[in-house]
Structures are given as structure tokens and as C-alpha cells.
T-cell receptor, first 116, second 112 residues
């Protein structure tokens, strides 16, 4: 079974600076998908970024980018120019995304605080 | 396009009572998922439907839990004989086939 590990429970960053959130996962399969979700204090889970394992190019969405290291099974999220609205819990998640197995497996999450 | 909606947003019940939650997915999405999230933890998968068929159930889903999606649109999650350990946020998500899952606001359950 796949596992997702987020070893940093909390991080803090100054507004406008850059922060990197770490995630590692374990799987014996070759095809899968990785996600970062954001959950602000209001609790609605929002997709930040998605990465397909077969793609070598790292995904980017505006200020958010990932460093996907398939051999190392590492999937970190970099947030550039941090904003106060980035304060939230961030979850790394994994899925095989096949018909029989499309559930998301989440890490424990990391609480990110952006300081003004 | 409205997002995933869940009702109620909050539920307080006494131990031993039955509760039912509803999830309305994004209209064109044929997959619907239920997750449970306890404080400070990531969501844990409970079950999922493709159209009206329930394709997978987690071992977390005890016999007291049942989920339905009768017409392949909205879904209900019922918990019978609630226990204090059932207190959690219940999240619903939907997707179109293998595309990204989008989450609703959740139903927060407190069992006294």
C-alpha cells in the first residue's frame, strides 16, 4: 500500500519570502499522481498543484512549483513570494488513479504560517 | 459552476443516535468520494462511487457506516449508533473519471 510522509509538522515564513514544504512517498508502481492541497482555517480543501509521475517536467502554477524526484520518491512544494493568504495546512497526496484504485492517500499535513 | 456542497455543515448528536450527511457533487462529475478527517490529521479514505456503483470501501468503514448514491448524483453517508470516536470532519469530493478530486466544505460531527 502506498504511504505519504510529511515530516515537518509546522513551518513559518516571512511575507514575500520563499518556503519549501517536503513530502516523501512510497510505492512500488510506476504510474501514479501526486498533489498538494491547501486547507485554510475555514477548512475547505483546495487543490494547489498536480503532478503526473510519467511527466519529467516539474509542475508550476503561478507562485507554486514542485520539485519531483521520482527515483528518490520525493515531492516538495515551493511557494515563492509568500502571501498572508498562504497561511494554511498543506497536504501532500497520492493516487494511482485507476478505476479500481482512485482514492487519495494523504500525509499528515504541515501547518504553514506566513508572518507579516 | 457550483462546487461540491455538503449538508449539514455542523451536526451535534448524542451517542447512540443515527446521523445522515448529504453530498452534492459537481454536476458533470461521475465519481464521488467520502473521507474522514480528525483534528490535525490528513483525510482518510472511506468509500467511493462511480455513478451509482460503490467501487471501494475502506476497512475504516465499520458496519455502522453505510453510503449510497442511488441515482448517480448526490450521495448520503449514514452512521448508525454513533460513538464518541466518530467525531470528525466528513469530507466529500468529486471528480470526472480520473481527473482531479474537488472537495466540499465538509460536515463537522460532534458526538456527545
Amino acid at each position: 500500500a502506498q504511504t505519504v510522509t510529511q515530516s515537518q509538522p509546522e513551518m513559518s515564513v516571512q511575507e514575500a519570502e520563499t518556503v519549501t514544504l517536503s513530502c516523501t512517498y512510497d510505492t512500488s508502481e510506476n504510474n501514479y499522481y501526486l498533489f498538494w492541497y491547501k486547507q485554510p482555517p475555514s477548512r475547505q480543501m483546495i487543490l494547489v498543484i498536480r503532478q503526473e509521475a510519467y511527466k519529467q517536467q516539474n509542475a508550476t502554477e503561478n507562485r507554486f512549483s514542485v520539485n519531483f524526484q521520482k527515483a528518490a520518491k520525493s515531492f516538495s512544494l515551493k511557494i515563492s513570494d509568500s502571501q498572508l493568504g498562504d497561511t494554511a495546512m498543506y497536504f501532500c497526496a497520492f493516487t494511482y488513479n485507476t478505476g479500481a484504485n482512485s482514492k487519495l492517500t494523504f500525509g499528515k499535513g504541515i501547518t504553514l504560517s506566513v508572518r507579516p | 459552476d457550483t462546487g461540491v456542497s455538503q449538508d449539514p455543515r455542523h451536526k451535534i448528536t448524542k451517542r447512540g443516535q443515527n446521523v445522515t450527511f448529504r453530498c452534492d457533487p459537481i454536476s458533470e462529475h461521475n465519481r464521488l468520494y467520502w473521507y474522514r478527517q480528525t483534528l490535525g490529521q490528513g483525510p482518510e479514505f472511506l468509500t467511493y462511487f462511480q455513478n451509482e456503483a460503490q467501487l471501494e470501501k475502506s476497512r475504516l468503514l465499520s458496519d455502522r457506516f453505510s453510503a449510497e448514491r442511488p441515482k448517480g448524483s448526490f450521495s448520503t453517508l449514514e452512521i448508525q449508533r454513533t460513538e464518541q470516536g466518530d467525531s470528525a470532519m466528513y469530507l466529500c469530493a468529486s471528480s470526472f473519471l480520473g481527473e482531479t478530486q474537488y472537495f466540499g466544505p465538509g460536515t463537522r460531527l460532534l458526538v456527545l
